[in-house]
């Protein structure tokens, strides 16, 4: 008879004792790593910053022990040659985790190497599993697309797996909490980790970036206003010396954090990435509210009307302010 499980949320209360240890011991993995000359950096999947996403899994109504997720994002470059090799540098990794947990006093078992992460168990004097952690090991590729390192245990061979969609992941999130739909957001995770529970091919990560992408994608259908070609080109109308002056006058008005606009680099020029740094440039919007400048709905729709009046008035000289 097959067991009912799912997973449920539980308070940063009941996950902080275990989150701080396991952080421990994954900061002194860092040092270690460093001191090989491996550049790395860690975040914990689900409770990074204000996320409060941590899940634990339910079996048959009981509560498992907590499992903490942890990305260890590698700076290839960094790499030495004799680590080149995927499988070299996952032991290393695990091997250095294993140090790591004796040098912080705790009785961890050691990591074990499963398809995509090295996971580590501490258990109680009666072999009871008081919890755990996962530590999946990724790293940027050309197009910096983030990669999992993923083991094909059928033929023992490594390989860096591209978690799409993880550009501009960031952006996406602070328009959703901008926008006040968190909560939609939280729904939307703890779907598709009931939904992928079998599935070792969706970690927490996964699930995190695939509930940013539909929870975005909706906003984006509600605020259809999100004309990106409409505002590249006008500020590509702007002439320079002209963009400059008015820039230094909204500046001066307070309208904006910075004195001089600038592009972002040229590889990043598209027209979504281009809006997006210009809208990064205004200021609170409750100072713009005041004003009765951006207008709107919600504060996803009110931030984007702002840069419309400000790229208005820019070009025509046409101050709406109140």
Known sequence: ????????????KDCQNPLQRTCNIIQLTIKNL????????????????DRNLVTCLVIDGKKQ?????INLEVDLHTVPTKYKQLGLLKELIRSEI?????????????????????????????????FSFDV?????NKKNELQRLVLTKKNNSYTWNVVFGTLNLGEKTKLIKSNEDWQKLRSVYLKFKN?????????????????VEAVYNQLLQECDELDYEGMFEAIGDVELSRSFEQLNILYQKGFITKPFYRFPEEEQTD???VCWYFIDTLKDWDDYKRRGIGRG??????????????????????????
Not at 65 to 69: F, H, R, V
């Open 271 to 273: 027209s979504e990435s």
């Open 98 to 130: 294993n140090k790591a947990i004796k040098e912080c006093g705790e009785k961890f078992s050691d990591g074990q190497n499963s398809s995509s992460v090295i996971t580590s168990i501490l258990y109680d004097n009666k072999k009871n599993i008081l």
């Open 34 to 49: 460093k001191a090989k000359g491996i550049k790395s950096n860690y975040y914990v999947i689900g409770s990074a910053g």
């Open 65 to 69: 022990p907590i499992d903490i997720d």
């Open 297 to 322: 709905n919600n504060d996803a729709e009110a931030k984007i009307r702002a840069a419309y009046d400000i790229l208005r008035f820019m070009l025509y000289d046409d101050d709406e302010e109140e």
């Open 136 to 140: 999946g090991i990724v790293s940027r």
């Open 195 to 211: 939904k992928y529970i079998n599935d070792e091919n969706h970690p927490s990560y996964v699930c995190y970036k695939m509930a």
């Open 1 to 12: 008879m097959s067991k009912e499980k799912h997973y449920e949320f539980i308070s940063r």
